[in-house]
Each structure stands twice: as structure tokens, then as C-alpha cells.
T-cell receptor, first 112, second 114 residues
Framework: AQSVTQLGSHVSVSEGALVLLRCNYS??????LFWYVQYPNQGLQLLLK??????LVKGINGFEAEFKKSETSFHLTKPSAHMSDAAEYFC??????????FGAGTRLAVHP | NAGVTQTPKFQVLKTGQSMTLQCAQD?????MYWYRQDPGMGLRLIYY???????DKGEVPNGYNVSRLNKREFSLRLESAAPSQTSVYFC?????????????FGPGTRLTVL
């Protein structure tokens, strides 16, 4: 069965530091992978998605993710954290037709 | 465009009470979804509707029913609420055409069952 695992339920970085949020997938077929962000008391918003067109995917707000088949990973990065990046981030994989399976989420804290 | 709207925003129920969560989208999307979000578990799919007139079970359908009223509206009903259904419920919608269409989410309904 397809699934995703997010390593680290909480990540804390300083403003201006690199953000690295980890996601590993399990899939017997080429996966379609997503990163969503949830700001406090809001719904989820798509950051970026991997659909096999390119292994390095650029998203909104300066985030990007690299699909690495050899490592079964799709980690999310941002070179320089901003206070406004504080949120919860979810990795997800498509199962079947347009059905998403989400990871448990990683809460990102950014401190001055 | 309002996108995906959900009502109510908050609700407190007693065990055994029933209620219906409403969801509507104005993006002319064919597919709609209901998720629940619990701490440490991410979002889990309850039911989905690939198109008007069809509904299917997701990962955690027990205790819930759904109705795809028309293309715009997709409601979730709890017939006899239980404390285990305390959660935040999200509705989402998407277009069709590929297997990886972006899902657009509503703001959520926070439900507490006492």
C-alpha cells in the first residue's frame, strides 16, 4: 500500500536558516507526491507537487522539493526561513484516482 | 470566488446527537472530499465523490454518511455522534482529467462531542 512518513513532528529553526522537512514514501508504482501547508486555524494550501515531469519541483513562497527515487524521499526545503513560514506542513501521496494519503504532519516553528 | 466554504465553523454535540456538516464549492469541480484531522495523524479521508451522483468510502467511513446534493454541495452527516468523532473536519474539491489534480480545501469545522 502507498504511504508517506514524515520524520520529525516538530522542527524549529532560526529566521534566515535553512528549512528541511523530511518525507519518505512507500509505493510500488511511480508516486505522485504533494506538499501542503496549513497556517493556524486555516485549511490546507498546496505548496508544490511532483508528477514525474521533473525531479526538482519549485513551489510557492520559495519552497522546493526534490524527488529521489533511490532514497524514496521527497524532502521539502527553503534556503532562508521567514517568520511567516511558521505552520504545519503535510506530505501526501496519491492513491487510486485523486485520493490523497497524508503524512502525520510536521509543525515548523521559526524563532528570531 | 469564495472557493470551498463550510458551515458551521464550530459545533459542540452531546453523545448520540446528530448533525450535518455542509460544504459547497463554486469552482465547478467534479470531485469532492471529506477529511478529518486529528493530532499526530494528519488528514484521513472519510468519503469522497468523484462526480455528481456518486460517493465512495475512504479510509475511515464508519459512523458517517454523505450526500452529494448537486455538483456544488457535498454534506457529511453524523447520525449518532460519539466522542471519538471529536475532530476538525475539512471538505475539499478538485477537477478531474488527471490522477493528480490539486485539491482545494475549505477552512474546516471544529467538532467537539461530549
Amino acid at each position: 500500500a502507498q504511504s508517506v512518513t514524515q520524520l520529525g513532528s516538530h522542527v524549529s529553526v532560526s529566521e534566515g536558516a535553512l528549512v528541511l522537512l523530511r518525507c519518505n514514501y512507500s509505493s510500488s508504482v511511480p508516486p505522485y507526491l504533494f506538499w501542503y501547508v496549513q497556517y493556524p486555524n486555516q485549511g490546507l494550501q498546496l505548496l508544490l507537487k511532483y508528477t514525474s515531469a521533473a525531479t526538482l519541483v519549485k513551489g510557492i513562497n520559495g519552497f522546493e522539493a526534490e524527488f529521489k527515487k533511490s532514497e524514496t524521499s521527497f524532502h521539502l526545503t527553503k534556503p532562508s526561513a521567514h517568520m511567516s513560514d511558521a505552520a504545519e506542513y503535510f506530505c501526501a501521496v496519491i492513491v487510486g484516482y485523486n485520493k490523497l494519503i497524508f503524512g502525520a504532519g510536521t509543525r515548523l516553528a521559526v524563532h528570531p | 470566488n469564495a472557493g470551498v466554504t463550510q458551515t458551521p465553523k464550530f459545533q459542540v454535540l452531546k453523545t448520540g446527537q446528530s448533525m450535518t456538516l455542509q460544504c459547497a464549492q463554486d469552482m465547478n469541480h467534479n470531485s469532492m472530499y471529506w477529511y478529518r484531522q486529528d493530532p499526530g495523524m494528519g488528514l484521513r479521508l472519510i468519503y469522497y465523490s468523484a462526480s455528481e451522483g456518486t460517493t465512495d468510502k475512504g479510509e475511515v467511513p464508519n459512523g458517517y454518511n454523505v450526500s452529494r446534493l448537486n455538483k456544488r454541495e457535498f454534506s457529511l452527516r453524523l447520525e449518532s455522534a460519539a466522542p471519538s468523532q471529536t475532530s476538525v473536519y475539512f471538505c475539499a474539491s478538485s477537477t478531474t482529467g488527471t490522477v493528480y489534480n490539486e485539491q482545494f480545501f475549505g477552512p474546516g469545522t471544529r467538532l467537539t462531542v461530549l
